[in-house]
């Protein structure tokens, strides 16, 4: 019999807590996620570094409102969606994850998205099952 392909939602769904965007920083922006930003805010560089970025000598990252990231709100969640940075997209799905149980053990805790009946071993079946058909997985 066929096997069924792996589905993202096997190993997660979003729970909509909010949590991964709460806290003093925030994950950085690189060039190609500074470039998407400025296309889906539809505003000049220099407008969206001016009221949403928090830029520390090379380092450029979301500003802080209220302990936490300035395009969270409690009602609708991220209001930049498309265009958030790539490692907001790859959260919690994190490489490393796969090379270490602790790993898997921390961000499992701080992720309540994480399908939590699964050992690590079934994680990691799941996981790179689903990396295979998409390389940089987005969720
Ligand atoms: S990714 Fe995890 S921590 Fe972030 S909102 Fe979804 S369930 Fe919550
Ligand atoms: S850009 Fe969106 S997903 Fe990333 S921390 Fe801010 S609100 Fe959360």
Same mark, same amino acid.
């Given at each position: 019999?066929?096997?069924? %392909?792996a589905?993202?939602?096997?190993i997660?769904?979003?729970?909509?807590?909010?949590?991964?965007?709460?806290?003093?920083?925030?994950?950085?922006?690189?060039?190609?996620?500074? /470039?998407?930003?400025?296309?889906?805010?539809?505003?000049?560089?220099?407008?969206?570094?001016?009221? =949403?970025?928090?830029?520390?000598?090379?380092v450029?990252?979301?500003?802080?409102?209220?302990?936490? $990231?300035?395009? =969270?709100?409690?009602?609708?969640?991220?209001?930049?969606?498309?265009?958030? %940075?790539?490692?907001?997209?790859?959260? %919690?799905?994190? %490489?490393?994850?796969?090379?270490? /149980?602790?790993?898997?053990?921390?961000?499992? /805790?701080? $992720?309540?998205?994480?399908?939590?009946?699964?050992?690590?071993?079934?994680?990691?079946?799941?996981f790179?099952?689903?990396? /295979?058909q998409?390389?940089?997985?987005? $969720?």
């Open positions: 019999m066929k096997k069924t %392909p589905k993202l939602s096997d997660f769904t979003c729970a909509r807590c909010g949590s991964c965007c709460q806290g003093e920083t925030t994950v950085s922006l690189d060039k190609d996620d500074q /470039e998407r930003m400025i296309a889906e805010l539809g505003l000049t560089r220099q407008e969206v570094k001016e009221k =949403y970025w928090r830029v520390t000598g090379k450029v990252q979301m500003k802080i409102v209220d302990h936490h $990231c300035i395009f =969270y709100t409690k009602d609708t969640g991220c209001t930049v969606h498309e265009g958030r %940075p790539w490692r907001c997209g790859q959260w %919690p799905l994190h %490489p490393s994850m796969l090379a270490d /149980e602790n790993n898997f053990r921390t961000i499992r /805790e701080s $992720c309540l998205g994480i399908n939590q009946a699964l050992t690590w071993e079934e994680f990691c079946h799941i790179k099952e689903l990396l /295979e998409e390389k940089k997985l987005l $969720c």
